[in-house]
Nanobody, 125 residues
Framework: QVQLVESGGGLVQAGDSLRLSCAASGLTFSRYAMGWFRQPPGKEREFVAAITWNGGSTQHAESVKGRFTVSRDNAKNTVYLQMNSLKAEDTAVYYC??????????????????WGQGTQVTVSS
């Protein structure tokens, strides 16, 4: 079955960097666009970034543009989220996801079929 496993979260200070990884199995990873979402405490899940199957196109939420970068390595079946200049408001559980329409950069949670279990990122100010 499809598995998406996130790693790399943790507790950091404002201004620090983290790189999240999401290892995929059970699907033809190189065919799928991939997305990152986050869910802050007490809030709804929100779009962070997405990348096309070959990395040729990316999209980032306005709140993270210039600070976060999504990338992928199809040889390793892994998608990454590099997070720089972290702020307290970036505190959330971060999820990677694979969309229902594999070629589409989707930005809504209901457009994604497969989800990882999430990794906690906590930024202290």
């Amino acid at each position: 079955q499809v598995q998406l496993v996130e790693s790399g979260g943790g507790l950091v200070q404002a201004g620090d960097s983290l790189r999240l990884s999401c290892a995929a199995s059970g699907l033809t990873f190189s065919r799928y666009a991939m997305g990152w979402f986050r869910q802050p405490p007490g809030k709804e899940r929100e779009f962070v970034a997405a990348i096309t199957w070959n990395g040729g196109s990316t999209q980032h939420a306005e709140s993270v543009k210039g600070r976060f970068t999504v990338s992928r390595d199809n040889a390793k079946n892994t998608v990454y989220l590099q997070m720089n200049s972290l702020k307290a408001e970036d505190t959330a559980v971060y999820y990677c996801a694979a969309p229902t329409i594999v070629t589409y950069i989707a930005t809504k949670p209901n457009e994604y079929r497969y989800w990882g279990q999430g990794t906690q990122v906590t930024v202290s100010s």
